[in-house]
T-cell receptor, first 114, second 111 residues
Framework: EAEVAQSPRYKITEKSQAVAFWCDPI?????LYWYRQILGQGPELLVQ????????DSQLPKDRFSAERLKGVDSTLKIQPAELGDSAMYLC????????????FGPGTRLTVL | RKEVEQDPGPFNVPEGATVAFNCTYS??????FFWYRQDCRKEPKLLMS???SGNEDGRFTAQLNRASQYISLLIRDSKLSDSATYLC????????????FGQGTELSVKP
């Protein structure tokens, strides 16, 4: 069964350091999403790509977060500099039909900022 | 006020019980609706879509009331394996399929 791959699974960093997360969506899925999930809350969309283009980054803190999907396949989410409040689970999801289709989530990267 | 609100949990029920989760959404432009299940420290996975006519999948029944902007999930004959967090999700299809998640309701089924 095709899956969304993410790495690393866990990341511990100190505040002010840079961190990067990688996601490889299900093959053929043109739409890729990055979500942040704080403990006890539901996931919140950070950025959505359609192929290599950003469709929605309205909730992305652009002063410190950046995301790219250069070839329209895998994607990287970066935080620089990391802050204590960035500690969360970062989930990547992909979909073949963004309007009504199911989104498939990867296992996530759990970030702890010390 | 959050766009999608769910019953605060946790729900602690014995095996075999029937449990119902409620959810309301505030954006009337929402187009499609889902329940996702999330096991502890795992990723969310689609449990079922929710249709206006109501739909059933085994022990699970989902209902949607567009007029009241209300979604429900009923689980009959609860199993230990049903223990998880249940996320109510709405899709603003007019915004490229953006999913809006509720905060989740935790269910713990006890023997």
């Amino acid at each position: 069964e095709a899956e969304v791959a993410q790495s690393p699974r866990y990341k511990i960093t100190e505040k002010s350091q840079a961190v990067a997360f990688w996601c490889d969506p299900i093959s053929g899925h043109a739409t890729l999403y990055w979500y942040r999930q704080i403990l006890g809350q539901g996931p919140e969309l950070l950025v959505q790509f359609q192929d290599e283009s950003v469709v929605d980054d309205s909730q992305l803190p652009k002063d410190r977060f950046s995301a790219e999907r250069l070839k329209g396949v895998d994607s990287t989410l970066k935080i620089q500099p990391a802050e204590l409040g960035d500690s969360a689970m970062y989930l990547c999801a992909s979909s073949s039909s963004p309007g009504f289709g199911e989104q498939f989530f990867g296992p996530g990267t759990r970030l702890t900022v010390l | 006020r959050k766009e999608v609100e769910q019953d605060p949990g946790p729900f602690n029920v014995p095996e075999g019980a029937t449990v119902a989760f409620n959810c309301t959404y505030s954006n009337s432009a929402s187009q499609s609706f889902f329940w996702y299940r999330q096991d502890c420290r795992k990723e969310p996975k689609l449990l079922m879509s929710v249709y206006s006519s109501g739909n059933e999948d085994g022990r699970f029944t989902a209902q949607l009331n567009r007029a009241s902007q209300y979604i429900s999930l009923l689980i009959r004959d609860s199993k230990l394996s049903d223990s998880a967090t249940y996320l109510c999700v709405v899709n603003r299809s007019n915004q490229g399929g953006k999913l809006i998640f509720g905060q989740g309701t935790e269910l713990s089924v006890k023997p």
